[in-house]
Every structure is written in structure tokens, then in C-alpha cells.
């Protein structure tokens, strides 16, 4: 019994633990407003053939409330939020991509990102790892823009500056979901 516990335990640390996540300051405008932001890219490699992992690039914009007479956040909310590609991402050249986001734990920021499963979204996976390379070949700048469905809206303006050592930790950190490019 107590060995069970003991190998259940390890297992539940050691998926946990094969996730990896690099985070980078920037910066997000909407019209004459900004907010500091942390740009996050994960990686969680596939476990097996039932466990696959995902590869991931999101911020979260704080004080999100002040800003929705210029953003609808809410469109992107959750499985039924819009999947169209209003996301253009920037490093060397623009990439077009889908986002979705959600309220973050703190109710006070809205959490907005991409991601692709390392299986069975081979299209959308070609995008989110071009963005990755290219972050990772570094330095440079990543350009996020997010467009509102709701006409009139401003855009979500990201700058993100990658240094050389970043570049560096980023592959590191993403190189078990770039496999197979």
C-alpha cells in the first residue's frame, strides 16, 4: 500500500515536472493604455501514446475591466469563445494564428494565449512552433497583435524584447515540442 502511494506520488511530480514554461517581460497597449506583461511560452512533451503534450504562448493582461469598452475579452472566452485567427504574431515574419483566454485565478486579469497538441492539430502546431524557432534563434522582438471581433475595437498591441540568453533558455526549454519539425 504504502508503495502505491509512493509510485503515485512520483508519477504525479514527475508529469508535472516535464513541463517546462520560460517567461519574458513586456509590454501590451490597447489605444492610449498599457500594461506590463509576462509573455509565457510552455512546453509539455507528449508522455505516451494516450498522454499527448502541448506547446503554448499566452500573456495575461491586468486590470483587463478598465479596458473592455475598447476589447472584447469576453469573445475569447472559453470552448465557445471565437476561434477565428484574429492573432498575428511577429519574430522574423508574421505568423496568423487562433487565441482563446479566460479570467485568471486572480479575477482581476485575463489570462490570452495559443497553443497546438504535439498530435492531431498538425496545421496549427506548424504555426505555434514557427514562432517558437523563431523566438529561440533570438534576439530579437515578438510582435503580438490581438484583434477584437467586435468592429471599432482597438487592437491588443505586445512587444516582447528577446535577448541573446533568452533565446538561449527559451530553446532549451521548448526543445522536447519542437521535435519532429
Not at 27 to 43: D, K, L, N, Q
Not at 154 to 179: F, H, Q, S
Amino acid at each position: 500500500m504504502l508503495r502505491s502511494a509512493l509510485l503515485a506520488t512520483c508519477l504525479a511530480w514527475s508529469g508535472a515536472a516535464l513541463a517546462t514554461e520560460v517567461k519574458l517581460p513586456g509590454t501590451a497597449a490597447i489605444g492610449p493604455e498599457s500594461r506590463v506583461i509576462a509573455m509565457t511560452f510552455g512546453c509539455t512533451p507528449s508522455r505516451s501514446r494516450n498522454e499527448t503534450g502541448s506547446l503554448r504562448i499566452g500573456f495575461d493582461i491586468p486590470n483587463f475591466e478598465a479596458l473592455e469598452k475598447r476589447f472584447d475579452f469576453g469573445a475569447f472566452e472559453g470552448p465557445e469563445g471565437t476561434r477565428k485567427p484574429l492573432t498575428e504574431i511577429t519574430v522574423v515574419q508574421s505568423v496568423r494564428l487562433s487565441a482563446n483566454g479566460s479570467i485568471a485565478f486572480d479575477g482581476t486579469s485575463f489570462s490570452l494565449g495559443t497553443a497546438a497538441a504535439l498530435r492531431g492539430e498538425a496545421a496549427e502546431l506548424t504555426r505555434v512552433r514557427a514562432v517558437a524557432v523563431a523566438v529561440g534563434a533570438g534576439p530579437g522582438t515578438l510582435r503580438w497583435r490581438q484583434d477584437s471581433p467586435r468592429k471599432g475595437d482597438d487592437p491588443v498591441m505586445v512587444t516582447v524584447p528577446i535577448g541573446a540568453a533568452d533565446a538561449d533558455r527559451l530553446k532549451a526549454a521548448l526543445a522536447p515540442c519542437l521535435k519532429g519539425q
